[in-house]
């Protein structure tokens, strides 16, 4: 109702009001070079809910949407040159879609008064919102990705994964290494071995690491990968007959095109996730009369309910939702940055507010704060079935270990807080 | 068998395995700097543009579709037939020519004469030029590939089982070998065997050399430069055929199939510029060098992901004693 009224009152206060400029959302993408291949598919789900929502609803609260690309090529400098060359176009909350870009971004947001959001990457002690003051990540990052892996094998043990053996193959980067610390003491927790083998980029030849799988048995492997380093490793535990049930990728090693290439070798296949799979929910019926059959999808059409296409149009739902937020805190239709990161830091998403959105149970539900960037790290599996070639969740969105997860977020940004001169943000 | 020797033997057996899909990659930049003197930085790119065209073709998949419907409003993207693998290999190679006789054409042509700098660049530009080219062609989406003889015989993916038990029931321990690594050998082996033959006794084949060995010579016993120049940038767009397949195979067909040619750098470095057999033992050495340093040291003591880095100084060692690298041609300069 609360919500309900808001709007309304937004809607009554952008009839009164004189015409106004566009709500800004610049796409960092990556339609180019080795990793085009999944930065194309989100990058098409970001722009077209927006696309959507202007032809649908007439924006948000009656202010258009605008999407401004700038090519990053998933390189660090040229994504800083993209933030730089789209900072002064009104925008309202960066992507930045790589976790090398989110670093030099941190600092330079947080000095523009640019909200950030790194949707399941990125800096993942930034979840504490007291010190990363326009950094957010909800609804999960890295570390609520291996918390939420292990609690899944977990279940698959009937609750002890004492003697067990489990490897995490990553790529040798800062966003492979992003899990080693929390699974180290989830070893300890547990009780279970842990091996970790990294790949370096870009990961096509992985003949030792896999041989190295072989000869350890691990019980189960965990995988931090992308772009090819992602199709070589599943092709090549297939080689080694390593069974495909047991072998798990976080959310940036689980699309279709991970899988495909190894086709029907790549069954049972899991990846973690943070929001639903398929196209079987309301809102595509809508991208699909609004904007693909209107001629105005970003790309080619052929992409929705794919998993990167998914979390694109996820990732901006929430950017819409905040900006919702932001409109009904600040009674202003045409919000600037600095309040579109407070719509952020309020930002409740709820099951209603989902299945109103027409994405019932597509996403877990979770409240931002203050204090809390981060969400509240819900995680869930799904699993490929190569003879249908789709991804099905199979278990629900579940909490990750935040006993384990807080005190390493507190250490971390308590670090970066002291090495940046930071004080408290709440 | 002692446990530890079974996994050095098949460390170094799979070593060798990957040493070949370096040479395959490496092979194409001998050809042309053999012949041209040209450091061909696009190799890498044309093994992507050559997998790319050859799944576009299998998969009857319209050109510059985007393009096409971005301009005239129609919504073409398939013709709606597949292509025999054979024939599509078949009709990649006569693309790959074309892509040669346009790269002579339109660049080196008119660049005869200049430092191997200018030339270099020039394959700088022409590697995105063609990568460009590429996405716009057949689009930027990961494709699975598939070279099949008949339905059901394709290229063989996965341990090989007969190996695997036979040496498990002679040694106690049943080797890895990978079926595609060994197809990638016979085909290395009959590659390398014809591109020799080719040079040594067919008439192309000694004006190649003769262009080789001399410009200015051959030209002046009437050896076609524009003509050689061609051949060989087909028989390197050839090479990158067989590479981009390969590697393609494994990882499906992606732009990062380009970074390969990071691969064959080290390769070439210690095999020489200018030497086919030193391509193939230059590949050899550095993938059993590389696979046998993280088994035996990267991974137990340093961490592990070492073979990048060990390849590149492994061959910056070579270079220390043998800069013109293993089976290169020595050049001696007076001023």
Sequence with gaps: M?????????????????????????????????????????????ADYFTMLNARDGGIGGVMTKVIECETGYNTEKGVECYESTKGEGSLVYQPLSTGITYQLIPKTTADNIPMHT??????????????????????NYWNGASGAINYLLGENGGSLEGKKIALVYHNSAYGKEPIRTLQELSKKHGFEFKEVPVDHPGQEQKSQWLQIRRDKPDYVIMYGWGVMNQVAIQEAANIRFPMENFIGVWWSGSENDVLAAGDAANGYKALTFHGVGSDFPVFDDIKTHVTDAGNAAGAGDQIGTVLYNRGMYAAMLAAEA????QEIHGVADINAAQMRDGMEALEITEEKMAALGLPNFGPSFKVSCQNHGGDGLVGVTQWDASSKTWSLISDFAPSDMDVIGPLIEEDSAAYAAENNIESNC | MNEQLAYTIEVFANGLMAGVLYALVALGFVLIYKASGIFNYAQGVMALFAAMTLVGIQNGQVPFAHLINAIFGTDVHKFGWHVHSFLAIALTVLVMIALAWMVQRFVFRHL??????ILFMATIGLAYFLEGVADLMWGSELKALNVCASEGACLPQGMNVWLEGTTYEALGYGFFIDNLDIVASIVAVILVAGLVIFAQYTKQGRA????????????????????????????????????????????????SLSLIALKAL??????????????????LIIGVGEKLFEFLIGAPFLGGATENWFAYMLALLFLVFRPQGLFGEKIIERV
């Design chain 1, 2 to 46: 609360k919500y309900k009224l808001g709007t309304m009152a937004v809607a009554a206060m952008m009839a009164a009001s004189p015409v106004m400029a566009d709500l800004v959302f610049p796409s960092l993408s990556y339609r180019t070079g080795p990793y085009a291949a999944g930065g194309i598919p989100f990058a098409d789900g970001y």
């Design chain 1, 119 to 140: 949707m399941g990457y990125g800096r993942t002690s930034a979840a504490n919102g007291d010190v990363f003051s326009h950094t957010f990540n909800y609804p999960a």
């Design chain 1, 323 to 326: 900006v919702k937020t932001a």
């Design chain 2, 112 to 117: 005869v004469g200049q430092e191997p700098i």
């Design chain 2, 208 to 255: 190649m050399r003769a262009v080789a060995d001399d410009h200015q010579a051959a030209l002046s016993v009437g050896v076609s430069l524009n003509f050689i120049w061609v051949l060989v940038w087909s028989l390197a767009g050839f090479v990158a055929l067989v590479a981009g397949i390969m590697w393609g195979a494994k990882s499906g067909v992606q732009f």
């Design chain 2, 266 to 283: 080290p390769v070439l470095m210690l095999g020489g510029f200018t030497s086919i057999p030193g391509a193939i033992v230059g590949g």
